[in-house]
């Protein structure tokens, strides 16, 4: 069946690095553009990037641009995260998805928690 | 930036009843407009897509509408597994950013 499982989550002190992973499976993931998504404790989801099917194309929100990156590894089915001199308010549950048409998000994987915490 | 505003912040009904979320946004999004259902403790689920198309496995009491800036996700007959946060969310246009709405939860009465 279609699944997304993150991987690599955790407890990391504020300004640290964290890398977090998306293995894929049940479907062409080359042919998808995937995007990572988070949400704090209490919060609504919040959009952090997005990376095109042959990651030609990556595109993030304002508040972790020039922090985080965006990858994947067509050969092994799997999307990436690196996160740079991580704050406090990146602390949150992340979630892999799967694009829809560029409009939306229909998978989704069980979240990943990240912490920023001193 | 495209704003969501979703409405009421609370919904408080009893199964059977009909469920009627407004999002309203800030600035016309066409129909590039989404609703999610979350529960405690689990990822979004996409329901709907395309302000109006029901995403796979969706059951049909599960209705959206709209265009431009107002958009309703409607819930004909609340089944006891559908009390849970609903979010709307937004694609804007290029460079592409995904928003979210605040959300509404619909509760038992």
């Known amino acids: 069946q279609v699944q997304l499982v993150e991987s690599g989550g955790g407890v990391v002190q504020p300004g640290r690095s964290l890398r977090l992973s998306c293995a894929a499976s049940?479907?062409?993931?080359?042919?998808?553009?995937m995007h990572w998504v988070r949400q704090a404790p209490g919060n609504g989801p919040e959009w952090v990037a997005v990376?095109?099917?042959?990651?030609?194309?990556?595109y993030y929100a304002d508040s972790v641009k020039g922090r985080f990156t965006i990858s994947r590894d067509n050969s092994k089915n799997t999307l990436y995260l690196q996160m740079n001199s991580l704050r406090a308010e990146d602390s949150a549950v992340y979630y892999c998805?799967?694009?829809?048409?560029?409009?939306?998000?229909?998978?989704w994987g069980q979240g990943a928690m990240v912490t920023v915490s001193s | 930036e495209i704003v969501l505003t979703q409405s009421p912040a609370t919904l408080s009904l009893s199964p059977g009843e009909r469920a009627t979320l407004s999002c309203r946004a800030s600035?016309?999004?066409?129909?590039?407009l989404a609703w999610y259902q979350q529960k405690p403790g689990q990822a979004p689920r996409l329901l709907i897509s395309?302000?109006?198309k029901r995403a796979t496995g969706i059951p049909g009491r599960f209705s959206g509408s709209g265009s431009g800036t107002d958009f309703t996700l409607t819930i004909s007959s609340l089944e006891p597994e559908d009390f849970a946060v609903y979010y709307c969310?937004?694609?804007?246009?290029?460079?592409?950013?995904?928003?979210f709405g605040q959300g509404t939860k619909v509760e038992i009465k």
């Open positions: 998805a799967r694009d829809l048409r560029k409009i939306a998000f229909d998978v």
């Open positions: 049940g479907f062409t993931f080359s042919r998808v553009g």
């Open positions: 990376i095109w099917f042959d990651g030609s194309d990556k």
């Open positions: 600035q016309s999004v066409g129909t590039y």
């Open positions: 395309d302000a109006s």
């Open positions: 969310q937004q694609r804007g246009d290029w460079p592409p950013k995904w928003t």
